[in-house]
């Protein structure tokens, strides 16, 4: 019975908000690598990018809110995502036109567009900020739980409850949902395929009559709703507060680093290494092991390797060590 709740414990505590939290990078991570693999550049605005689109739907499930429209059981932002899809899609297009698409035809190095890119992250941050401010907004209305902890006690006779999130279950079915459509563009589709091979070879596309601005174009739109549906999947599982979105650029480069730029596949995988990385890292064991443990082997303490506070540290180390040691990342991705 004691292994039993000790799995129950690590499902609740590790397992399932890993997964959310992996599912929630991993398409963080898609966007990055699609614009590194395609316009080649990394993309430092995203962060900011995520923040924007999930402002727009955060305004719009408000406006749904305030005229009684609700998605039953489920979150009313999913209602309003396609809009900050939208939103999202025409900001990142008009800045594609504005700033980026200058030092593109001048043949601009890749370090000069990171450069440029953190530009637009500020201007992009400070936009958000104004609109919507700097504290925490809370967005989530529909059923809180799939599974309470209470009942599923109840049905089991166990002493550890297991509680699965609304919010999780519907981050998790939304990214299978979304990485499928999107590998079924890539492959099937084709302007996936031109763009697939404008990431292979951009001259020999060009030859083959790809038109670049059409490429250019459906990369933005795609990376500007990877961003927002991560982004809002990530504020209804937490909250939202701009600024902790511009700290998560730095564990969605670690994933898509670790996975491998320009992989799909590669950032996917990175994205739930890092996730189950920081939560595994951050957990306090102490749970887990009072119940697998004799009293006589009871820890005093929390069993935790490293405080939450410290968790962006651990992206920041894997992240390292997979620059020293496997620059091209899992799935051999482009180097850095």
């Known amino acids: 019975m004691d292994i039993l709740n000790a799995l129950v414990a690590f499902l609740n505590f590790v397992f399932i908000p890993g997964l959310a939290y992996g599912a929630q990078l991993a398409l963080g991570a898609l966007g990055v690598t699609l614009i590194y693999g395609i316009l080649r550049f990394s993309n430092f605005a995203h962060g900011d990018t995520m923040a924007f689109g999930t402002m727009v739907t955060i305004l719009m499930t408000w406006w749904f809110q305030s005229m009684g429209i609700s998605f ?8 309003a995502l396609p809009f900050g899809i939208a939103a999202t899609s025409a900001l990142v297009l008009g800045t594609d036109r504005i700033v980026y698409r200058f030092y593109r035809k001048q043949k601009a190095a890749p370090t000069i567009l990171v450069i440029v890119s953190l530009g637009v992250m500020f201007v992009m941050n400070g936009i958000v900020r104004l609109i919507i401010g700097v504290e925490d907004q809370t967005f989530t209305d529909g059923a809180r739980f799939l599974i309470s902890a209470g009942d599923f006690k109840t049905a089991t006779g166990l002493q550890e409850g297991l509680a699965i999130k609304t919010t999780q279950a519907v981050t998790v079915l939304t990214a299978v949902i979304t990485v499928g459509f999107l590998f079924w563009f890539l492959q099937k589709t084709r302007t996936g395929k031109s763009m697939r091979a404008f990431s292979d070879n951009e001259d020999l596309a060009l030859l083959s009559g790809i038109n670049p601005d059409r490429v250019v174009a459906v990369t933005w739109i795609l990376a500007a709703a990877l961003a927002t549906i991560a982004g809002v999947l990530y504020g209804l599982d937490k909250s939202f507060k701009p600024f902790v979105y511009f700290q998560l650029l730095l564990p969605i480069f670690a994933a898509a680093i670790v996975g491998g ?13 890092i996730a189950f990385s920081e939560v595994m890292v951050t957990y306090a064991w102490k749970k887990v092991a009072l119940y697998l443990l004799p009293d006589s082997m009871a820890p005093d303490g929390l069993v935790q390797l490293l405080s939450t506070d410290y968790k962006f540290a651990v992206s920041f180390a894997i992240l390292i060590l997979v620059l020293i040691f496997m620059p091209t990342g899992l799935f051999k991705g482009k180097s850095v």
């Open 72 to 79: 039953g059981p489920l979150p009313t932002a999913l209602l």
């Open 261 to 273: 730029l320009g992989s799909p596949l590669g950032a996917i995988a990175g994205g739930f290494v």
